[in-house]
């Protein structure tokens, strides 16, 4: 049906055979569904990103039904203010100041037994893991810290004291292991 090889060029696409002057939340949810087919739900834009493309190709944009759509999507990530910038990664002392918030956050989701917030929080640390394993040195020993994290949270605290008396954590990172506590 639609003959566009690239995702802007289906949205340009599918909006143009709409054959609308004015884009609200029909056609962005017709756009979205149509891109999510063709792409994958990972593909699809935010409203408010498909409506400043299509207010680019000359588009009257119906504001506040973009607006609404916008808002009402945003209600259903509740995670993400918890989640924003959880784990920084930058430098070991960074990491292990992220891996205590992942803690603490950890807790009062076990506590309000949140399953959903316990699994994007495993997510995020396994994702990071994974990403670290093959960097540098120190990315290496991180991708050890959240290894340790997420098989036994309970005991990360007295490991990586532990870990930060080992020999090979000295001769490694020596001053640059102090992890500023």
Same mark, same amino acid.
């Given at each position: 049906m639609y003959e566009s090889r690239n995702k802007? &060029?289906? !949205? !340009?696409?599918?909006w143009e055979k709409l054959d609308c002057e004015s884009v609200g939340r029909i056609e962005l949810e017709a756009i979205e569904a149509t891109v999510r087919e063709r792409f994958g739900n990972a593909a699809v834009d935010s409203p408010m990103i498909l409506a400043r493309m299509l207010a680019d190709e000359g588009a009257e944009l119906r504001h506040s039904e973009i607006m609404e759509l %916008?808002?009402? *999507? @945003? =209600? &259903? *990530?509740? %995670? &993400? @203010?918890? +989640?924003?910038? !959880?784990?920084?990664? =930058? =430098?070991?002392?960074? @990491? +292990? @100041? =992220? !891996? *205590? *918030?992942?803690?603490n956050l950890r807790r009062k989701f076990a506590a309000d037994k949140d399953r959903e917030g316990m699994r994007q929080l495993r997510e995020i640390a396994m994702t990071a893991k994974k990403e670290l394993s093959a960097g540098t040195a120190e990315e290496k020993e991180v991708s050890e810290w959240l290894t340790i994290w997420l098989g036994s949270p309970e005991v990360f605290e007295n490991w990586i004291k532990l870990r930060r008396g080992a020999p090979d954590y000295i001769s490694k990172f020596g001053d640059a292991g102090d992890l500023g506590e």
């Open positions: 802007v &060029d289906l !949205i !340009i696409e599918v %916008y808002v009402e *999507r @945003a =209600s &259903d *990530r509740p %995670y &993400d @203010a918890a +989640f924003l910038n !959880i784990l920084d990664t =930058s =430098s070991m002392q960074k @990491a +292990f @100041a =992220s !891996i *205590r *918030r992942m803690e």
